[in-house]
């Protein structure tokens, strides 16, 4: 799903944003206000949060659709696929919070959330 109707749906109310960056990169890079902070991998080591599918379901009210945003769209693929086994309606927010690194290896140049002007808080 894009990043653009990944906001309206949770602007609206429509679904839960969940954050499953780790908790570095929430506090280093930036984060979503509003989202859950619900880490796929932990850093450092980017070990399993053994506690992902709980603290999910627990952050996910019944029949509320949850959308998982990752820092390129990739680790929520995963996430949002764990989440439908767990029987969420779940959505992967392509480009993910920083988008594609560009042919400088940068990020936040070429598509994410906070390229797109989204709402968003750093510290």
């Given at each position: 799903m894009s990043v653009t109707l990944a906001h309206q749906w949770f602007e609206a109310g429509d679904a839960v944003l969940v954050d499953v960056r780790t908790d570095a990169e929430?506090?280093?890079?930036?984060?979503?206000?509003g989202a859950v902070p619900v880490a796929w991998k932990q850093w450092p080591g980017m070990a399993m949060n053994p506690d992902f599918d709980a603290q999910l379901q627990a952050a996910v009210p019944e029949g509320k659709k949850v959308l998982l945003l990752c820092r390129s769209g990739v680790r929520s693929v995963a996430a949002a696929k764990r989440a439908t086994e767990l029987g969420l309606q779940a959505y992967n927010i392509l480009e993910g919070f920083e988008g594609d690194p560009n042919e400088h290896a940068q990020r936040n140049r070429r598509g994410g959330w906070r390229?797109?002007?989204?709402?968003?808080?750093q510290g």
């Amino acid at each position: 799903m894009s990043v653009t109707l990944a906001h309206q749906w949770f602007e609206a109310g429509d679904a839960v944003l969940v954050d499953v960056r780790t908790d570095a990169e929430r506090a280093w890079v930036g984060f979503v206000p509003g989202a859950v902070p619900v880490a796929w991998k932990q850093w450092p080591g980017m070990a399993m949060n053994p506690d992902f599918d709980a603290q999910l379901q627990a952050a996910v009210p019944e029949g509320k659709k949850v959308l998982l945003l990752c820092r390129s769209g990739v680790r929520s693929v995963a996430a949002a696929k764990r989440a439908t086994e767990l029987g969420l309606q779940a959505y992967n927010i392509l480009e993910g919070f920083e988008g594609d690194p560009n042919e400088h290896a940068q990020r936040n140049r070429r598509g994410g959330w906070r390229f797109n002007g989204l709402p968003w808080r750093q510290g």
